[in-house]
């Protein structure tokens, strides 16, 4: 007989890790697989301050600080005005944003989740899950098997778990990041982030701890496929023609190579489907990174998801109920971001360029 869980969690990203840590510290049985060893590069290095509260709230704020988190100040921006525009974080009453090594971030979260009683699996993926009317089979890597009451999908913006069992994927835009990294920088003065706007796309440079620096170059696929801007020549091309990213990095090239990742705003949606299944952070809604608010909605996601899930152990038979208020809280919250993300973009006049120009007509539509 395979081990029998409350719930089986897919996938130890932040929200993954939370929704475990949640659910166990209320005495639920919970397995986490998570395919790596937090041994690749990971990217979302940035944090929101409003990741203190949930921190706090998640009662791991002391393992955080541990980390030795740089603390960020805030955002230059240089977006359709050429000068630089100066956001901080004093605003925001928790007085620093912050520039984490996100491999350590995502660790920690996995080992406060185990230390509350969840059974945490590295190096293990999901290979098939399939619900019999009572429990869901979880078959993963090395033929290993589970039974669970409940599953959660917190694979990320692969949603992996969900697209399996048949929920759809709806795409907003086609957007990559191209990002590499520069060490050996003396980050003491660098603690922001600086983003700019070019014409195919925009830059993100962040310090991270340990005397290195992030550069991202957002694209759209297509674009990046045009003009083969994940190869380092065009890339650095483009780098050292913005003013203040390339001012900031200097004219050294990137220490590492060039690594694309997907960054597509989209919504996972699984219509009259009432199965005890819940998507959760990026698998459930991945937003622009431009947001900046990635690793803060997967924790304030988990949130919501342990609730529903708490109450689907507790109450199976409300789950049709359930589910549909989890996905409609889900539903505003993308409604809510378009909005924000078109604002973000429509402030953009200054470049006439396929980049922004789909923007603006999604903004319009
Ligand atoms: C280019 C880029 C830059 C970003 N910058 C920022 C930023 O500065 N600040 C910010 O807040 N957010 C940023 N984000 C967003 C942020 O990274 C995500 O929103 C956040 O990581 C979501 O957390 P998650 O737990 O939902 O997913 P993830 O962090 O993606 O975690 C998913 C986990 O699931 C695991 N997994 C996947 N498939 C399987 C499987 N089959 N079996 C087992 N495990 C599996 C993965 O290994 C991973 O650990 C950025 C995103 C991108 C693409």
Not at 165 to 194: C, K, M, P, S
Not at 207 to 223: F, I, K, Q
Request: proline letters at 5%.
């Amino acid at each position: 007989m395979p081990a029998m869980y409350d719930v089986v969690v897919v996938g130890g990203g932040p929200a993954g890790t939370a929704t475990a840590l949640r659910l166990a510290s209320t005495g639920r049985s919970v397995a986490l697989l998570e395919r790596s060893h937090f041994d690749h590069p990971r990217v979302g290095e940035t944090l929101a301050p409003a990741v203190q509260p949930l921190l706090r709230e998640l009662g791991v704020w002391d393992r955080y600080c541990a980390l030795r988190p740089l603390p960020s100040w805030g955002t230059r921006s240089i977006w359709d005005d050429p000068e630089p525009a100066e956001h901080s974080h004093l605003a925001s009453g928790y007085a620093s944003g912050w520039h984490v090594d996100r491999r350590a971030f995502d660790r920690m979260l996995a080992d406060a989740a185990a230390d509350a009683g969840t059974d945490v699996l590295m190096r293990t993926s999901l290979v098939n899950c399939r619900y019999d009317g009572a429990a869901w089979n979880v078959v993963c890597s090395g033929e290993r098997r589970l039974a669970a009451r409940l599953v959660v999908d917190a694979t990320g913006r692969s949603a992996v778990l969900g697209r399996s069992l048949g929920a759809r994927r709806l795409a907003f835009d086609r957007l990559v990041g191209i990002t590499a990294q520069w060490h050996g920088v003396n980050v003491t003065d660098e603690q922001y982030l600086l983003v700019e706007a070019a014409a195919d796309g925009w830059w993100y440079t962040a310090p991270l701890p340990g005397g290195a620096m992030v550069g991202m170059l957002m694209t759209d696929a297509d674009l990046c496929r045009r003009d083969r801007l994940a190869s380092a020549g065009p890339w650095h091309n483009r780098l050292f023609a913005t003013t203040a990213t390339a001012e900031r990095i200097g004219p050294r090239s990137a220490s590492s190579a060039l690594l694309v990742y997907p960054a597509a705003s989209r919504r996972t949606t699984r219509l009259h489907d009432v199965r005890p299944w819940l998507a959760v952070g990026d698998a459930a809604l991945s937003v622009d990174p431009i947001s900046g608010s990635g690793v803060q909605r997967a924790l304030q996601t988990a949130a919501g998801a342990a609730d529903t899930l708490i109450g689907l152990l507790d109450r199976p038979g409300d789950a049709a109920t359930l589910i549909t208020q989890y996905e409609s809280a889900r539903d505003t919250e993308c409604t809510t971001y378009l909005i924000e993300r078109a604002h973000y973009y429509n402030a953009v006049r200054r470049y006439p360029t396929p980049f922004w120009n789909r923007r603006k007509l999604h903004a319009a539509a």
